[in-house]
């Protein structure tokens, strides 16, 4: 009698999207390496600045992508956000920087009358804890990248820097206003969540956790064979220099990334109202504007 015939799985490609700093390439190295088994699940990398990320996610354009956790709050209808690949600051996070030296009362001065503060997008957690500092600041959206330079050439009297900006605000002459993510752990005793990865819920539920393990596999890869995922790193670090690039890859992956644990998951809340689940969350119980 002859033997049933197996019927192999189609592969499946699926577009993952991230931003083209050294955190996100640090997470992803194992994956876009082959570094780990995936199964028929095969992985097309597409690079773009959050906020491009956060629209393109709005309008369901994306099967996976990174996000900023205050965008999630209006995606959660169709996408489920994952457990693993957040970037959490403990203690530290966004920066608002200025031309001026630090004034005695950052707060007060922020929220002045002809006071404008560059923002890396409406969208990004970033811009949430500044209105959260500051609600009557006065802002204007300029790509991330960018920020530092228009606030250097005077076209804004401050800026909110994310990514490598965090740590090269002063090679252009600029001061620390506030650091926002020891601003909020003051006020919340809470690291403060800034971004994760999410999946399209129309992809079901069983391609979804595997999509889920997979990034989980590849973070835990990285930061196992952290000398070759950082030399991989390097390639995104716009200019950085090793040490740099080692101290901002450490800043933002870390066991919070590997998965939010209790910690995240209850910073999330109070700060986005987002719930994360094991491998992928319900809807977030609040939103924000």
Known sequence: MAKPSVVAEDPRTIHLAHSPDADDAFMFWALAAGRIDTGERRYVHELGDIESLNRRALAGELEVTAVSLHAYAYLADRYALLAHGASIGDRYGPRIVARAPRPTDPRTALGAERVLVAVPGELTTAFLALKLYQP?????????????????????????????????????????????????????????????????????DVLMQGIARDLKASIQYGLAHRTEALAHATAYGRGLDPSRIDRFVGMYVNAYTVDYGPTGRQASRSCSGVRIGRGCSPRPSTSHS
């Open 136 to 204: 009557a600041v006065s802002h204007v959206v300029v790509p991330f990248d960018q920020i530092e330079e228009y606030v250097a050439l005077g076209r804004a009297q401050a800026g909110v820097l994310i990514h490598e900006g965090q740590l090269t605000y002063a090679d252009h002459g600029l001061h620390l206003w506030v650091d926002l993510g020891e601003w909020w752990h003051d006020e919340t005793g809470l690291p403060l969540p800034l971004g994760g990865n999410v999946v399209r819920r129309d992809l079901g």
